[in-house]
Every structure is written in C-alpha cells, then in structure tokens.
C-alpha cells in the first residue's frame, strides 16, 4: 500500500510538472516567417508606381511612390526587419492596413521612418497620428533594425533595440495586411520576418 501511495505521489507531481509546460507551449507564439527571400518580390504586391526591385539581398526602391503590400492580413503579430535609408528618405512600415489596395493612415497605421518630417511630432520610430517617438533616432546611411509588435489594441516600437513606442494604445484597426512604403530618396528592406502571436 504505502508503495502504491509513493506511486501515485510522483506520478502527480510529474503531471503537475507537465501540465505547465504544456500550456505554455499551446500560448507560445507562433514560428516565425521570412516575408522576403532575399532575391524576388515574390509574396508581395505592389501598390502604386514605385520602382522596387529585389537586388544584393534587399529589397530597394527610389523613384515614384507606392507600397508593397503582403497578400495576406495579420491581426496580432510581432514584425521584425532591417532598413537602409538616406538621409532624406520617406519611407514606413505600415500595419493592419483594412484595404491593400488604399494604404493610408485612416485605414491603418503608419509605423515611421521620416528623419527629416517637417512637423518632427510623428518622425522616425513613431506611429504616426498614435504614438510620438519616446527618442528621436537618426537613421540615414546605415542599417537599422525594426521591431514592431501589434497585441490587442497595444503596440510597441523599437529601432536598433531601443524603444521609440512603448504599449502605445489604439483600437482603431484589429486586423489588415502590411505594408513597405516608398516615398522619397533611397530606401531599402531586408532580413524581413513576422510571427503571430
């Protein structure tokens, strides 16, 4: 008997055990997924007449204005990608935008990348007419990272791992597809990825 107590005894603490880590795995975000294969625009449409091409494992674009736009919406998700840009570039990010064919900031949100925007209010690293950069960050002429989160009505902003929104608060768009902009000067994506979460 006391052997079978003993028994029983471990056989729940090691069910106890598992049962954690069970329901940790089921709330774990998802895998994450390369948006761009470094060589075409393959899974993207374009929007607009900007001049994107695919060329030494980026994408690029530097003429015209547009968007390119993923097929697919995404509500909440974790986003990560690196850009180049020039000094005077006007360029974004945006995210849950509702109609892939009409991207603008009322019908999603435009996570900025604008050094030089006339009104510095929503410049780079914020989320224009949402959240105002914590830190005015200078981005031109080298590689940045980007790390854009989308939980909820939450959202939160890091360029080269330094936040420039944190859980910034909007319920306006829950769902859309994502969005790279060209607007002005040299701009470039690459090493592009998104999980959901």
């Known amino acids: 008997m006391t052997r079978r107590w003993i028994a029983a005894l471990a056989l729940m603490a090691g069910l106890a055990a598992i049962q954690p880590s069970a329901l940790l795995r089921a ?4 895998a994450w997924k ?6 075409t625009l393959t899974g993207w449409d374009k929007v607009g007449d900007a001049n994107w091409e695919a060329k030494e494992g980026a994408i690029w674009g530097s003429r015209g204005t547009g968007f390119l736009v993923t097929p697919v919406p995404y509500g ?28 603008t900031t009322m019908t999603g949100y435009e996570v900025n990348i604008f050094d030089l925007r006339p009104d510095p209010a929503y410049r780079t690293g914020a989320i224009v007419n949402v959240a105002k950069p914590l830190v005015n960050l200078t981005t031109g002429n080298k590689w940045n990272t980007f790390d854009i989160t989308a939980r909820g009505s939450k959202f939160t902003v890091a360029i080269n791992g330094m936040k420039t929104v944190d859980n910034a608060e909007n319920a306006d768009h829950r769902r859309g597809h994502i969005a790279l902009q060209y607007g002005a000067g040299i701009v470039r994506f690459r090493n592009i990825r998104i999980r959901t979460l």
């Open 27 to 30: 709330q774990a975000p998802g």
């Open 76 to 103: 909440d998700f974790e986003i990560r990608l690196e850009f180049w840009v020039t000094p005077d570039a006007n360029s974004g990010v945006f995210i849950r935008c509702e109609d892939p064919k009409s991207i």
């Open 34 to 39: 390369t948006l761009f294969d470094g060589k």
